[in-house]
């Protein structure tokens, strides 16, 4: 579909609650990779054929090269701009009180 071609990017932040939560990365659905931190990080990626790996331009795999220059675009435009936001929100609720700071 024509809006599967849009570059979208999401971040979802867990507040609270379990901290054993590793975060994972989606493309509509969760895709086996994990962040190392309490969060989601959802976009429009090109997925390989398995859905496990999110291609990234390498300079190897010719075939790729598109996919994984999108999925950059993808990480450095869109998801960047969603993370700047989350931690721009955080940054706000930690000033006014609304959220502490574990330590």
């Known amino acids: 579909t024509p809006t599967a071609l849009l570059p979208h990017g999401a971040v979802a932040l867990l507040l609270g609650g379990a901290s054993e939560y590793k975060g994972n990365v989606a493309a509509y659905m969760p895709i086996g990779l994990s962040l190392g931190s309490p969060m989601v990080l ?55 009180r609304t959220m502490r700071l574990s330590e």
């Open 42 to 96: 959802h976009g429009c990626f090109a997925m390989d054929d398995s859905r496990k790996n999110v291609p990234l331009p390498d300079g190897k795999q010719r075939m790729n090269q598109q996919q994984g220059r999108w999925n950059q675009a993808l990480l450095r435009c869109a998801c960047a701009r969603a993370f700047r936001m989350v931690v721009t929100q955080c940054c706000e609720l930690v000033s006014e």
